[in-house]
């Protein structure tokens, strides 16, 4: 144990390649005298045992698993089959900010003040066992965000978390910070040109891109990116229309985005950023503000949200050819809600019908077209937040009275929603996202 211990520790230095490996005084045990490259790779299979390995991570740190990935082709041969399990033992479940209000069924706003919002961050292991009744308090408290934020477009590149724009309850925000699950800190970011909330957003050829979103009197068609290289903003060319509450997504190494809202009625047209110009795509079948969307084998299916009259059940998808395709609808109308893909399915989760909170989720299956409903959650949730890992994650939200602290995640092997220890504090509006760390 102490040998693999020592072993570890030399690859987080930073000082391992293949020669090590070869030095019969360093690790005698792989007999590695003579040996190619090749009988090096299977000795160090043969050897690094996943049963013990795994343990002797967990114990040396999340930083061996990034040293592992650094070294030579032949020691990354040798243990690609573990770091996925590895770093499955190092996920965690970051919430970030959000508010302690209700937001209008009608017309889907809130009305917060500052000391209704919240900086505070906590995380749950992955890792561990969870157990609602038996380990009641597994979420931890980490460094809070430098500003208290609500509807903030969140995001993850390169292992670090990313938090742009939102609102304190003063007004909307220019200030950006990013989080280093390694260091445990906070990193004050240079502010965004103009502020911004609900605006769409991707991870994107190494940036971070930011777009739309509304500012305190209109909705925007401004974009900007974040490039960490650089350490700077860079102002992109505005979108083609102002939109706020809209859809985007990654499709065909393009950022797409749909929908949302101008100020004077809710947008079915699309666009699409081609080489810092932003192409029209085909429009979607109905006007759609604070829809759900999702990316599957490289199609983007839309579904539900708001045309200024009526809440929707229908959906539909574009493929990588540009054409829309309508969908069988859902079962109930809902906007403001979330999904998730798990197992290559569509998840769809509570929201409002425009009359009250629904508790009510349900998926569809691209390979049938059909939708299926599913047992409801614990509770309705309007505004809440989901992430995806081995399950559905949805966390806090509002039941239209108040603000939620609990969480619960869909099984889908077991077909069956598990309840999770409830957060530490009630989250509407919050920001979520999976870190290794």
């Not at 991570?57 to 040293?67: E, H, I, M, R, T």
């Not at 900010?97 to 937001?103: A, E, K, L, Y």
């Not at 995806?388 to 069956?416: I, K």
Request: include cysteine; charge should be negative.
């Amino acid at each position: 144990m102490g040998q693999e211990l020592g072993m570890l520790r030399q690859w987080a230095s930073g000082n391992c390649n293949l020669d090590y490996f070869k030095d019969p005084c360093v690790v005698p045990r792989l007999d590695p005298v003579n040996k190619t490259d090749g009988e090096i790779t299977d000795a160090l299979g043969h050897a690094l045992d996943p049963g013990l390995l795994l343990p002797m991570v967990q114990f040396s740190g999340l930083p061996c698993v990034f040293a592992l990935e650094r070294t030579s082709p032949q020691v990354f041969a040798a243990l690609s089959r573990l770091i996925e399990p590895i770093k499955a033992s190092f996920m965690k479940l970051y919430v970030c900010g959000g508010c302690q209000r209700s937001t209008s069924l009608v017309t889907g706003s809130t009305t917060v003040h500052p000391e209704n919002m919240s900086n505070t961050v906590e995380r749950l292991d992955l890792g561990r066992q969870i157990d609602s009744i038996a380990l009641p308090n597994l979420w931890e408290a980490v460094a809070p965000m430098p500003d208290q934020r609500s509807d903030a477009t969140i995001m993850v590149l390169r292992g670090y978390l990313y938090v742009c724009s939102g609102q304190d309850g003063s007004g909307v925000l220019t200030s950006a910070a990013r989080f280093d699950p390694c260091g445990m800190e906070w990193e004050v970011l240079p502010s965004m040109a103009e502020g911004r909330r609900e605006a769409a957003g991707a991870a994107l050829n190494s940036c971070v891109y930011v777009c739309g979103g509304a500012n305190t009197s209109s909705p925007l068609n401004s974009a900007e990116r974040f490039n960490p290289l650089h350490n700077a903003w860079e102002t992109l060319p505005p979108m083609l229309r102002q939109r706020s509450g809209a859809v985007s997504a990654v499709l065909g190494g393009y950022l797409c985005v749909a929908g949302g809202g101008d100020g004077q009625q809710p947008l079915s047209s699309a666009e699409r950023l081609v080489e810092d110009r932003w192409e029209v795509l085909p429009s979607m079948s109905c006007r759609r503000i604070r829809a759900a969307s999702v990316v599957i084998q490289e199609k983007w299916f839309v579904c539900g949200g708001g045309d200024g009259r009526h809440v929707l059940n229908s959906a539909e998808v574009l493929d990588l050819g540009g054409i829309w395709q309508g969908l069988q609808p859902m079962a109930s109308p809902r906007w403001s809600c979330v999904a998730g893909v798990v197992a290559g399915c569509l998840y769809v989760c509570g929201g409002g019908d425009g009359a009250s909170v629904l508790q009510s989720a349900e998926r569809f299956d691209p390979a049938s077209g059909s939708w299926e409903e599913l047992p409801a959650m614990s509770c309705a949730r309007w505004d809440a937040t989901a992430v995806v890992a081995d399950c559905l994650y949805v966390l806090g939200g509002t039941d239209e009275s108040e603000a939620l602290n609990s969480a619960e995640r869909f099984n889908h092997q077991s077909g069956a929603w598990e309840v999770l220890p409830s957060m530490v504090q009630a989250r509407c509006r919050g920001a979520a996202a999976i870190l290794i760390g």
